[in-house]
C-alpha cells in the first residue's frame, strides 16, 4: 500500500464522514488491498474479499461519494480486517 492509499484509507476512518472523497481514489483503494471488483449491471459494481462482499453503485454523475458509500466502505474494510 503507497501513502496516497494510506491517506484514502485514513479519510474513509476520519469523523465525521467525508462525503466528499473522490469515487476513484476509494475504488483504487480496495482494488489495491485485493478485493475482487465485479461489474454489475450500470453502476453496480461489487468488491468481494475474504468471504465479504460489498455491493455499492457508483455515483454519478458527480465523481464524490456521498457519506452513506463512504460508510458501507468503512463498514467492510472493518469486516475484512483493513481497518487502519
Known sequence: ?????????????????????????????????????IEGAGSQVS???AGQVLNVHRPHPQKEALRYRVKSVRDFLVLIGEAP
Open 47 to 49: 468488491f468481494c474479499k
Open 1 to 37: 500500500m503507497n501513502n496516497k492509499h494510506r491517506k484514502t484509507l485514513a479519510d474513509i476512518f476520519r469523523n465525521p464522514l467525508n462525503g466528499a472523497l473522490e469515487w476513484a481514489r476509494i475504488e483504487n483503494l480496495l482494488s489495491n488491498i485485493g478485493c475482487d471488483v
